[in-house]
Every structure is written in structure tokens, then in C-alpha cells.
């Protein structure tokens, strides 16, 4: 099970961080993957971290802004959100892979989590 939290209401130019905590699986044999929905669009790619946190991947529209990290003693991750703009309010959902190649991709991910809901408005 994953259980994503810390959306809410922000400024432009504000942060927020999203933390997504596993239960009942070993978390560090998993990538951690988040992908966003905004309303009318389809799920894409945030952004994405490998079993050790070694290697990381953004999507184009967050590099720069987004810093995906994880704990894997405490079965946690993190995603880092600053110089927020209004085109990435979404639905932000975090997601486990076991395969390396193509993170990018959501049909990839074996588990879920619920989503939060993060809106950037003023």
C-alpha cells in the first residue's frame, strides 16, 4: 500500500512537500515513481528515483524545480516542490516499478498510491 500526503493550497513561487509512505512490501526493491493528472489531461511523469536513491529522473517542466529523494529505512519518499506555477496544479499520485528501463511510462507501475491534490493559485 502507498499513502501519498502533504498536498494543499499554495502561492506561485511557494513549495510544498509530497511524501508518499509504503507498507506490506519491501519498499527498496522498488523504483519510486510520481505522476500528475490535472483535470481533462492525461497522468504524465514527474519524476522518478531508483532503488537507492543513485539515480534520479525528472520530466522537463520540473527540472530545475523538483527534487525527488527517498528514506528507505523509514519506507518513505519525498517529493520537493518549489517555484510552484499554476500549470502544475494536479492530482500528484506516487507509484512503485520493479523495471528500470522507461519510468517515464505509468503503465510500468504495479502499485499506487491514492493521490493529493496539489492547486498553485493566488
Known amino acids: 500500500q502507498l499513502q501519498a500526503s502533504g498536498g494543499g493550497l499554495v502561492q506561485p513561487g511557494g513549495s510544498l512537500r509530497l511524501s508518499c509512505r509504503a507498507s506490506?512490501?519491501?519498499?527498496?526493491?522498488?523504483?519510486i515513481g510520481w505522476f500528475r493528472q490535472a483535470p481533462g489531461k492525461e497522468r504524465e511523469f514527474v519524476a522518478a528515483?531508483?532503488?537507492?536513491?543513485?539515480?534520479?529522473f525528472y520530466a522537463d517542466y520540473v527540472k530545475g524545480r523538483f527534487t525527488i529523494s527517498r528514506d528507505n529505512p523509514e519506507n518513505t519518499n519525498y517529493l520537493q516542490m518549489n517555484s510552484l506555477k499554476p500549470e502544475d496544479t494536479a492530482v500528484y499520485y506516487c507509484?512503485?516499478?520493479?523495471?528500470?528501463?522507461?519510468?517515464?511510462?505509468?503503465?510500468?507501475?504495479?502499485?499506487w498510491g491514492q493521490g493529493t491534490l496539489v492547486t498553485v493559485s493566488s
Open positions: 506490506g512490501f519491501t519498499f527498496d526493491d522498488y523504483i
Open positions: 507509484a512503485v516499478t520493479k523495471v528500470p528501463i522507461g519510468v517515464q511510462t505509468p503503465t510500468l507501475y504495479d502499485y
Open positions: 528515483i531508483t532503488w537507492t536513491g543513485s539515480s534520479t
